[in-house]
């Protein structure tokens, strides 16, 4: 059983702190980046096997029948999660792994996962504002979104449902001067 001091050493390793701020995707910034490229395939197994276990409890007595994965997601903690959930399932099989685009929702995958317990999975939640668009746009769809399951957690709080990751980061700041 992977523990939250394993998790700490992991991310100890690919933490870089700065004096000032830099910035983090396109609308964000914040002076400690996180290096996830330099997560080993170890690392990453831990980091999911870690996730998975907390996505359990938190889930309590539901299952997921779906997996997105946001297409922000590089590291293939998104497949890792998904194999090592589908170990604790009584059918494996019938658990669906597939890639969320706002295009897809509204061609066909919105149909297609109508009403299926669905958890929404991407590398880092910053400001969770696309993690919102995906939620929204799969819920008005008729997709239960469980949670969202991610590497690390840095939004500012609660969503619309729960966030489950593997280590929770370092806040950051919206920046709000955005061209």
């Known amino acids: 059983m992977v523990s939250y001091e394993d998790i700490e050493v ?3 390793r690919i ?4 004096d000032d701020s830099i910035p983090i ?7 400690v980046y996180y290096h ?28 997921a029948d779906v997996f997105l994965k ?10 890792r999660l998904y194999q090592i959930y589908r170990e604790y399932l009584p059918n494996p099989d019938a ?3 597939d890639t969320y685009s706002p295009t897809a929702i509204t061609n066909g995958m919105g149909e297609k996962y109508r009403g299926r317990n669905t958890i ?18 799969a819920t008005l769809r008729g997709i239960p979104v469980l949670c969202w399951a991610t590497l690390i957690d840095r939004t500012f709080g609660p ?3 729960p966030v489950v990751s593997a280590f929770t980061g370092a806040p950051v700041r919206v920046l709000t001067n955005i061209s």
């Not at 995707?25 to 002076?31: D, F, L, P, T």
């Not at 946001?70 to 497949?79: G, I, K």
């Not at 999975?121 to 668009?133: C, G, H, K, M, Q």
């Open 15 to 18: 933490t870089e702190k700065f």
């Open 120 to 137: 929404l999975i991407n590398d880092v939640i910053t400001t969770a504002r696309s993690t919102l668009e995906a939620h929204s746009k």
């Open 25 to 31: 995707g396109g609308r964000c910034e914040s002076s």
């Open 70 to 79: 946001l297409p922000s997601e590089h590291s293939f903690f998104a497949e």
């Open 36 to 63: 996830t490229s330099d997560l080993s395939e170890e690392d990453l197994d831990c980091c999911a096997e870690y996730a998975v276990d907390r996505i359990r409890k938190v889930l309590n007595t539901q299952n």
């Open 10 to 12: 992991i991310f100890s």
């Open 95 to 97: 658990l669906i792994f």
């Open 159 to 161: 969503g619309p449902v």
